[in-house]
Each structure stands twice: as C-alpha cells, then as structure tokens.
C-alpha cells in the first residue's frame, strides 16, 4: 500500500460502500462477524508511540480495518451499557423496540452514519469519540445509546501533534499531510483543527497541490467562521492557487511566480501576543515543536523590533532541541539590551565549545559572567569556564 494515504480517499473508501439498508443480503451473514457476548466489555488499545514512520503504520492500519468491513453485534439488552467498536467497523444493535432515532452529541466530524431502520440500529464512523443517540418509539423514550468509537492503538494527541509541527516547519506536505489526517480521525474536533487547515493550505501552495488547497479553503468555509486576518491568509492563498492552475496551463515553471513562502501579512499586536506567549509557555514545558511553530507564527508580519525579541525564544528552542547551527544563528542576533543576553551568551559558549572552538567558547562564558556575576547565568558559566 502507498504510504501517502489521501484522508479524502479513506473517507471515500470508508462511505463508497453499498449503504447496509441497501444490500439485498441478510445482516446475519456478515464479511466478517466479530462476536460479543451479553455483557458489554472495553475493548483494548495497545500504548503506541507516534513517531514518522508509526503515522503511515496507523493509517494504513486504519485503511485495512475500513476494508475488511469488519461488523460488531450487540443487541437491545445491551444498550445500558456503553457500547465499543473500532474505527472501521460497523455496530449492529439488533432487537430494537423502537422506530426512531435521534442524535443527542457526537465529535465534530465531517460525516458518519447512525440511524434505526426496521429495528436494528446501525453504526459506523472513521472517527474516534464517543456518539449517543435516544431511541423513541413513536413519540416514547426507549433507551439511550451510546457508543465508544475507538482506534486499537493509543497515543498521545501532544505526540501527533508534534509531528506535524515538525513537517511544518520542515515543509514536508507528504509528512504534513498524513499526520493531519491521523490527527483528524483521533482528535475530532481539537482547537488546533482550524490552524492544521491553515497550515496544510500554505504548504500545499508552495508544493503547488491545488486540489489540497482548494479543498482544505472549502474545508474552512463550510466549518468555521474566519476573522479579518484568517480570510485574508486564506485569499491570499486562494491567489496562489489560481496563479498554479494558469502556470500549469501554461506550462509555466512555478518557480518563476512563486516566492519561497506564502506571503506574509501583518498580524495584529494581539494576535502577537498571544502567539508569543503561548510559545513561552511551551517552551517551558518542553513542548519544543509546538513552540517553534507558535514562534515562527508570531515572526510573520512582525516588526523588526518583535522579531529581535523573538531572536533570543527561537535560539533557545533550537537549542533544546539540539538543532545547534539554527541555535547560533539565531541567537547570535540577539542584542545586548536584552535581558536574557547571559543566558544566550552561555549557549553560545556551550555551542562553541561543542563545535571545537575553545577561545571563542570563553569569550562568550566571559561575557555571559561579566554580564551579571551572581545571576543564575553567570555562576553556570563560571563553573563551565572551570571545565576550559
């Protein structure tokens, strides 16, 4: 199987079905029966740690679980209970006393199916979540369902996330792509839906994905109500991908009309603010992909005097992060009026230290002491002066 799995393609693949209401078949003789007993058990999920290679694994998981159209029976004694299936199954309730059925909450998810049709309830859904439903016969209240959607692996959504930060920053659209769409089955209905569109939507406009970006601009629009500055993100966009059809019926080489980024737009100082401060605050958590992303975010449109108080955030993520070379370069803009200038010189010590250049090593540990001898800063660069 390919490893670029298209998340439109699953959902397709998912729903292209013949409809079970449909089918001129018997519901008692499934593709494949998965028994269950009268009372109710959890199904288990194995503990598994998302890294790139484990998001095509699940996915692919995902996909041939959706294949085998794999069905789950219960039946109406049952329904006090809550009620669990796997992401690619189909849940048959039998034995129904009702005739009607009526959706009370599920995730917020683009489609699934469960309804009640001559006394067998049926479900199915690729996204994970808990649903529930009353059953009412005529105008009576029967009995509730509820139903446990799950995948078989568990994960945490700060690993997922990670990842896609990552093919973000990387500009990676195949990594990018694939981990959004693992993120959107496991976690409907995050806060972050809206900026993974976004962020899906900018580096399918410089992989000229036109199709990508016109469906996650749908996408947007059909969910979400855009402020001033997410409409015109998105237009700006939109522009890009219509350059990228007319250069492709022209036979043009994108590169002649596309600059090496979306363009950027001023943000407002709110905005800012907060996209920097929430960077701060996963810094301190170690959240060093998360941060880098929110700083980056911060960084576009900024004036010069916020991107050089950012110089010193994104030097410092860098460097936990152990990305050494970006940590210098960063940080070796940082200016002396700074308040964090001891901290940025230590690193830039260690960094030179690392990289074999003793002399420019105690130069920056020097300055860092100097700077403020009794801070915390300046006693950890005596100390690692100690070790020259």
């Known amino acids: 199987m390919k490893k670029l799995l298209i998340f439109s393609g699953l959902i397709l693949l998912f729903y292209s079905c013949t409809p079970l209401q449909n089918q001129n078949v018997a519901l008692r003789h499934p593709t494949q029966t998965v028994p269950v007993r009268e009372e109710v058990k959890k199904l288990p999920q194995s503990d598994f740690y998302v890294s790139d290679s484990g998001v095509s694994y699940l996915l692919d998981v995902i996909s041939a679980d959706v294949s085998k159209a794999s069905r789950r029976y219960y039946n109406a004694n049952q329904l006090k209970s809550t009620l669990e299936s796997y992401v690619g199954e189909t849940v048959i309730i039998d034995s129904v ?177 907060k996209n920097f401060e929430d960077g701060k605050r996963a810094l301190d958590q170690s959240s060093y992909a998360e941060a880098l992303v929110l700083f980056e975010k911060a960084k576009v449109g900024a004036t010069e005097d916020e991107k050089t108080a950012l110089n010193f955030y994104l030097g410092k993520v860098y460097y936990m992060s152990g990305d050494y070379n970006s940590a210098k370069l960063s940080l070796q803009n940082v200016k002396d009026i700074d308040q964090n200038m001891a901290e940025a010189n230590y690193y830039l010590g260690v960094i030179a230290h690392k990289e074999g250049n003793i002399s420019k090593a105690k130069d920056y540990l020097n300055k860092s002491r100097n700077n403020n001898p009794s801070s915390t800063w300046g006693r950890k660069s005596s100390i690692y002066l100690m070790k020259l």
């Open 97 to 273: 006393a009702g005739n009607r059925l009526e959706i009370v909450s599920a995730p917020k998810v683009q489609s699934f199916d469960f309804y009640l049709r001559g006394g067998t309830i049926t479900f199915k859904s690729l996204y994970q979540g808990e649903y529930i439903a009353e059953v009412y016969n005529g105008t009576q209240f029967v009995s509730t369902v509820r139903i446990n959607n799950k995948l078989k692996y568990k994960f945490t959504e700060k690993e997922n996330y990670d990842i896609i930060s990552k093919a973000y920053i990387d500009k990676d659209f195949k990594k990018l792509r694939d981990s959004i769409s693992l993120y959107r089955i496991s976690f409907p209905g995050s806060s972050k839906d809206k900026e993974l569109s976004f962020m899906l939507i900018e580096i399918a406009t410089l992989e000229g994905q036109t199709s990508v970006v016109k469906e996650e601009m749908s996408y947007l629009n059909s969910n979400y109500q855009l402020n001033e500055s997410e409409t015109i993100t998105s237009n700006l966009n939109e522009n890009k991908e219509n350059e990228l059809v007319a250069l492709k019926e022209e036979s043009i080489t994108p590169t002649e009309i596309l600059p090496n980024k979306v363009e950027e737009v001023r943000v407002s100082p709110a905005q800012f603010g």
